[in-house]
C-alpha cells in the first residue's frame, strides 16, 4: 500500500523543537509517516479506549471506596443514636456512675467502639472510656478535666449528629459527635470512637480485585475489536472525507453509494441524509430568515419599553413604537440616520459622550438619566455594546428607554408625604412640650382658668397626632392584603352616629347637618367599623371645605331606582321598566355646599399623599384621608366618585351591595378591581 504523504498537523509548529537541530523531533515525524492509515488509526484508537476504559475504572473502584466509606459512616452514626438515646437520661439527671457503667457496658459489647467520651455543654470531658480521670474523692472520682474543642458544625446544627472520619497510628477511626438534648435543652455531646468494619473492608477490596479483572479484559477486547475494524473501515472513511469536504465547499448534492453494513453503513446513510436536508434547507433558509427577522421585529415592537438598535456608526437600524411615542418620532423615517441628530438638543448633548465611549473607546455599556419635553418626562438610557464571537469587532449598539417619570412622582409624592408627617409630628409635639414645661414650671402661678387652657391646648395637639398615626396605620393595613370580614349590617346607625360626631363642629361654622334616608333602609354587606371610617372622612372632609350658612347632606338610598310596570303602549310589546336591574345596590352620597374642587385637582383627588389647599380649608392634613376610603370600598367591590365645581359644592357617593349578596362573588370583584387598577 501506498504510504500517505506526512499530514500537516504533523508537521513541526511554530514554538516547537528548534528545525535546524535535526533531532529527536524529525527522527519521531519521519517514522511516525511511515505507517499506514490502518495503523495510525489503531493506534489512535487504542490510545482512546486505554484512556476511557482507565477513567471508568477510576471511577468504579473510585464508588467503591466511597461505599465502603458511607457504610462505616452509617454504622458509626447509628451505635452513636443508640447509645445517645440510652443516657440523654442519666445525664440529665447526672447520675454519673449510672452513665460510666452503661457506656463501659457498651464499650466492651461491641468490638467496633474505639473510645466513648461525654462533654458538657462548655466542651469540657467529664468522662471518657477507656481513658477517664480521677478527682479528690466524692462522686467526682469519674470527671476530668480536660476541655473539649467542639466542631463548628455541630453548633450551628445541634439537632443532627456529625459524623466524620481521620488517620491514627492504629488506622482509620470514624468519629460520631451527638448532641444530647431532652425536652429542648441541650446537655452537651456524645463523642464515639469507631473502628473500621473489617468485612466490608474485605468486601471492598475483592469487589476493586474483580473490576480490574474485568477492566483489563475489556481491554483486551477492545483492542482486538480496533484492529478487525481498521482493516475494514479505510476506503469508507476515505470516501466519507470526501463527501465531508465538499458539504463543507456548499456541494450539498455530495452522495456516498458504498455496499458497507453494520454502524459504518447505518453512519454513510446518515450522511446522505444529512446531505438531502441540507440540501433542503439551503433553499428554505431565505424564507426562514425572513421569518425570524419578522418575529424579532415583532417582539421589539411590543416592549413596554423603547428599544432602539444603531450600527458600528451610530445609525439608527430600528426603533420600536414605544420609542418613537417617547421622542415624538411617530410617522418619521429613521432608519439610517444618526441617533443625535434626531435627539432634542439637549438630550443630544447629554447623549454624545456616552455614545462616543462605545464608538470609539469601545466601552461595554452606559446608563444615564435625562429629562425631555414639556411636561418634563424622566427618562432612563441604556446603550449596551453588540459584539463579535471574539468581542473585538463592534457590530452595533442597543438602546433601551424606561420611562421613570411615574416612578420620580411616587419618590417625590412620598418625600412630600415624609415631610409633611415630619411637621405634623413636629408641631404638635413642640405645642404639648411648650404648654405642659409651663404647666410645670409655672403650675402655681397660673390660675385654674389658665391650667384649664393649657391642658385643653395640649388634650387637641394629642387627638391631632392620634389621627395622624390613626390614617397612616389604616392606610398600612389596607395595603396589607388582610381579609375583610363582611356580615349583613343596617347602615342607618353608622350615619346617625357619624353626624352625631360632627353635630358641634358642623355649629361652630354654622353649617346645617341633613341626613335623607329612609327608616325601612334595606340592609347592607360589610364591614361595620370600615364604613364607618369611610362616613367619617368624607363627612369630616366636606365639613372642612364648607362655608360659614352651607350644608352637609348624608344620603342613601336603593341604587338602581324600581318604578312600577306599567301597562303597554302602541310602542311596547308588553310591560317594561328602564331602571329596573338584577343587582340593586344601595347608593350612598355626602353633598356639601363649599368652594368646591378644581378640575385639576380632581384628576389627583384619590391619590396618595395628594392634599387641596384653598381659602376656605386651612386645617393642615396628610393627603390620605381620601385614599384610606378608597382602599376601604375596594375591599367592599365597589369605588368612591364625584363631582364638583368650584363655589358650586362637590358631592361623593358610593354603592354598596345589598345584605342578600354573595360574599365570595363580593372578594372576587374586589380583587379583579385591585388588579386591573394595578395594571392600568
Known amino acids: 500500500m501506498t504510504t500517505p504523504a506526512t499530514a500537516d498537523w504533523a508537521l513541526p509548529q511554530p514554538g516547537g523543537p528548534d528545525p535546524g537541530s535535526d533531532g529527536i ?156 438534648i431532652r425536652n429542648g435543652r441541650y446537655y452537651g455531646v456524645l463523642g464515639l470512637g469507631v473502628n473500621p468494619n473489617e468485612t466490608a473492608l474485605a468486601s471492598a477490596a475483592l469487589t476493586r480485585e474483580v473490576t480490574v479483572a474485568v477492566f483489563i479484559s475489556i481491554w483486551v477486547l477492545v483492542i482486538l475489536g480496533a484492529v478487525f475494524n481498521a482493516l475494514t473501515i479505510t476506503r469508507p472513511v476515505k470516501e466519507l472525507l470526501r463527501g465531508v469536504r465538499s458539504i463543507s465547499l456548499g456541494n450539498f448534492q455530495a452522495r456516498i453509494d458504498l455496499p458497507v453494513g453494520g454502524e459504518l453503513g447505518e453512519l454513510l446513510t446518515g450522511f446522505n441524509a444529512m446531505a438531502s436536508q441540507l440540501e433542503a434547507y439551503d433553499e428554505a433558509n431565505i424564507e426562514e430568515l425572513t421569518a425570524a427577522q419578522v418575529k424579532q421585529q415583532s417582539l421589539i415592537a411590543t416592549m413596554a419599553d423603547g428599544a432602539i438598535l444603531l450600527d458600528e456608526q451610530g445609525r439608527i437600524v430600528l426603533a420600536n413604537p414605544t420609542a418613537r411615542r417617547l421622542f415624538r418620532w411617530e410617522g418619521r423615517k429613521l432608519e439610517g440616520q444618526e441617533l443625535v441628530a434626531e435627539l432634542p438638543d439637549l438630550l443630544a448633548i447629554e447623549l454624545q459622550a456616552p455614545l462616543d465611549l462605545l464608538l470609539i473607546s469601545g466601552a461595554d455599556s452606559e446608563d444615564l438619566r435625562c429629562s425631555v419635553g414639556e411636561p418634563s418626562r424622566t427618562l432612563r438610557i441604556v446603550m449596551q455594546a453588540v459584539r463579535d464571537a471574539s468581542g473585538e469587532s463592534l457590530k452595533g449598539i442597543a438602546v433601551t428607554v424606561q420611562d421613570l417619570t411615574r416612578e420620580v412622582e411616587l419618590n417625590a409624592a412620598q418625600s412630600r408625604f415624609i415631610s409633611n408627617v415630619s411637621h405634623e409630628l413636629r408641631t404638635p409635639l413642640f405645642n404639648i412640650k411648650s404648654y405642659v414645661e409651663t404647666l410645670h414650671d409655672l403650675g402655681d402661678q397660673l390660675s385654674p382658668e389658665e391650667h384649664k387652657e393649657f391642658l385643653g391646648v395640649a388634650n387637641d395637639e394629642t387627638d391631632r397626632l392620634t389621627r395622624l398615626v390613626n390614617d397612616v396605620l389604616d392606610l398600612s393595613r389596607l395595603e396589607s392584603g388582610r381579609a375583610v370580614q363582611f356580615e349583613a349590617m343596617n347602615l342607618l346607625p353608622a350615619m346617625e352616629q357619624t353626624l352625631r360626631a360632627y353635630r358641634l363642629n358642623a355649629d361652630d361654622k354654622h353649617v346645617k347637618l341633613e341626613l335623607d334616608a329612609p327608616e325601612d333602609l334595606p340592609e347592607v354587606l360589610g364591614n361595620w367599623d370600615l364604613l364607618l371610617q369611610v362616613l367619617d372622612n368624607l363627612v369630616g372632609n366636606a365639613l372642612k371645605f364648607s362655608r360659614s350658612g352651607g350644608t352637609l347632606a348624608l344620603r342613601a338610598y336603593p341604587w338602581p331606582d324600581t318604578c312600577p310596570v306599567g301597562s303597554p303602549n302602541d310602542e311596547q310589546a308588553g310591560p317594561s321598566c328602564a331602571l329596573s336591574s338584577p343587582l340593586p345596590r344601595l347608593r350612598v352620597e355626602v353633598a356639601d355646599t363649599g368652594c368646591g374642587i378644581s378640575a385639576a385637582d ?66 372576587l370583584q374586589a380583587e379583579r378591581r385591585s388588579t386591573a387598577e394595578q395594571l392600568a
Open 25 to 180: 523531533w524529525r527522527r519521531i515525524v519521519a517514522w511516525w509517516a511511515e505507517f499506514s492509515l490502518q495503523t495510525k488509526l489503531l493506534a489512535v484508537a487504542t490510545l482512546v479506549v486505554s484512556l476511557v476504559m482507565t477513567g471508568i475504572t477510576f471511577l468504579a473502584l473510585n464508588g467503591i471506596q466511597r461505599d465502603a466509606v458511607m457504610n462505616d459512616t452509617r454504622y458509626a452514626r447509628d451505635l452513636g443514636l443508640l447509645l445517645a438515646g440510652n443516657v440523654t437520661e442519666l445525664v440529665a439527671q447526672e447520675q454519673d456512675r449510672e452513665l460510666a457503667n452503661v457506656a463501659e457496658k457498651f464499650w466492651r459489647s461491641s468490638r467496633s467502639v474505639r473510645y466513648i467520651f461525654f462533654a458538657d455543654p462548655d466542651g469540657v470531658v467529664y468522662l471518657g472510656i477507656p481513658i477517664s480521670g480521677a478527682a479528690a474523692g466524692g462522686d467526682g472520682d469519674l470527671r476530668l478535666n480536660r476541655r473539649l474543642e467542639l466542631p463548628d458544625e455541630l453548633r450551628r446544627r445541634p439537632q443532627n449528629p456529625l459524623v466524620r472520619q481521620h488517620l491514627t497510628p492504629q488506622g482509620r477511626v470514624t468519629d460520631v459527635f451527638v448532641p444530647l
Open 602 to 667: 380632581q384628576e389627583r383627588i384619590f391619590d396618595r399623599f395628594f392634599r387641596v389647599e384653598n381659602a376656605v380649608h386651612t386645617e393642615v392634613g396628610t393627603g390620605l384621608g381620601l385614599s384610606i376610603v378608597r382602599g376601604i370600598l375596594e375591599k367592599h367591590g365597589t369605588k368612591v366618585s364625584m363631582a364638583s365645581e368650584p363655589e358650586v359644592g362637590t358631592t361623593f357617593w358610593f354603592d354598596l351591595p345589598l345584605g342578600q349578596a354573595d360574599v365570595d362573588e363580593l372578594k
